[in-house]
T-cell receptor, first 113, second 114 residues
């Protein structure tokens, strides 16, 4: 009963490095999302996906890349990490496109030094 | 796009008192308004939601009200307990081209003191 899991839970990386955050869900939910959480900003959408090979930008996509080759996985890549990308990242999934609960992973705390 | 504003940013209440958090939204097409609770170091979890065809919904000690005309909705927690201490987020989902995207408010830190 894993549900939705993220890895790693904690990551420290240097400015300019590429880093990938992993998200895996076992429910076969069609819709998956990446949010970042920063104090005073709540949860802001980075990217979302409606199905395998279908992704689109959210509110704050700059500096991030996503892919979704399989329904269950939705990795988020920071191509060249910057200090402003220090944040807590949450992956989420939902079974339908509208008006249904989003289930969140446990989060990844990323620090860029 | 949708803009959700949430107030207050922090709320301190005595155990047993009520807590009220208010949110406003900008997109009149929004029709789904969930509330998420996030305990310290944990993931956000849905606690209650309301759809635009309903004015009020209750679940034990929590309730949500929606005023579509004024474009605001509120979370009410009665008889607060220490375990209610958490950050609460409101959210809204517009209908058109939303793909289930949630627009979140900035959050309210609720502290319940014994």
């Amino acid at each position: 009963d894993a549900g939705i899991t993220q890895s790693p839970r904690y990551k420290i990386t240097e400015t300019g490095r590429q880093v990938t955050l992993m998200c895996h869900q076992t429910w076969s939910h069609s819709y998956m999302f990446w949010y970042r959480q920063d104090l005073g900003h709540g949860l802001r959408l980075i990217y979302y996906s409606a199905a395998a090979d279908i992704t689109d930008k959210g509110e704050v996509p700059d500096g991030y890349v996503v892919s979704r080759s399989k329904t269950e996985n939705f990795p988020l890549t920071l191509e060249s990490a910057t200090r402003s990308q220090t944040s807590v990242y949450f992956c989420a999934s939902s079974v339908q496109v509208l008006n249904t609960e989003a289930f969140f992973g446990q989060g990844t705390r990323l620090t860029v030094v | 796009g949708e803009n959700v504003e949430q107030h207050p940013s922090t709320l301190s209440v005595q155990e047993g008192d009520s807590a009220v958090i208010k949110c406003t939204y900008s997109d009149s097409a929004s029709n789904y308004f969930p509330w998420y609770k996030q305990e310290l170091g944990k993931r956000p979890q849905l606690i209650i939601d309301i759809r635009s065809n309903v004015g009020e919904k209750k679940d034990q000690r929590i309730a949500v009200t929606l005023n579509k005309t004024a474009k605001h909705f509120s979370l009410h927690i009665t008889e607060t307990q220490p375990e209610d201490s958490a950050v609460y987020f409101c959210a809204a989902t517009p209908t058109a081209d939303s793909w289930g995207k949630l627009q979140f408010g900035a959050g309210t830190q609720v502290v319940v003191t014994p």
